[in-house]
Every structure is written in C-alpha cells, then in structure tokens.
C-alpha cells in the first residue's frame, strides 16, 4: 500500500522490528514523514522513534470515536 501512495519504502511492522527496519532504509536518520494508521499507545511511540528528528508525525486513526451498539436487557 505505501508504495501506491508514492512512498519510496514500506515497513511489515509483523514482520520484523518498525524502528530498526526504517532506521536502516534511512542511513540511521530516521523518516521524513511516518503515518499512525492505528492510533494505539504503542504505535504512537514507534512513529515517534521512527522519525526523523526534523520529520512529520500524521495521526490518522484516533480521531474518530467506535460507538459500540447500547446492550438492551429486560
């Protein structure tokens, strides 16, 4: 998928550590830009750490609240 947004590198964040693997593609720099697609506490702490120091951090998930249907007893 990154690669279809015009992204020069993607990241199996599965398949092997996050940070390490983007850390290698970037000479040690860190990323330009790094999106959070999840919006959990851990995945904010690795799009941090995978930055750039000068990069952009893009929070996608998070912003919109999950309303679980009301449980209904009699």
């Known amino acids: 998928m990154a ?3 015009a992204a020069t590198h993607g990241v199996d ?3 092997k550590d996050t940070i390490d693997a983007i850390r290698a593609h970037t000479n040690g ?3 330009d830009v790094v999106i ?3 919006g ?3 995945t904010y ?3 941090f750490y ?3 120091l000068a990069g ?3 929070r996608l998930a998070g912003c919109m609240r999950v309303r679980r249907p009301a449980r209904i007893s009699r």
Do not use: C, F, I, W
């Open 56 to 58: 952009t951090v893009e």
């Open 13 to 15: 964040s599965g398949m």
């Open 45 to 47: 702490k690795q799009v």
């Open 3 to 5: 690669r279809s947004l």
């Open 40 to 42: 959990r506490p851990e």
């Open 50 to 52: 995978a930055r750039d």
């Open 29 to 31: 720099h860190g990323a």
């Open 36 to 38: 959070d697609a999840v």
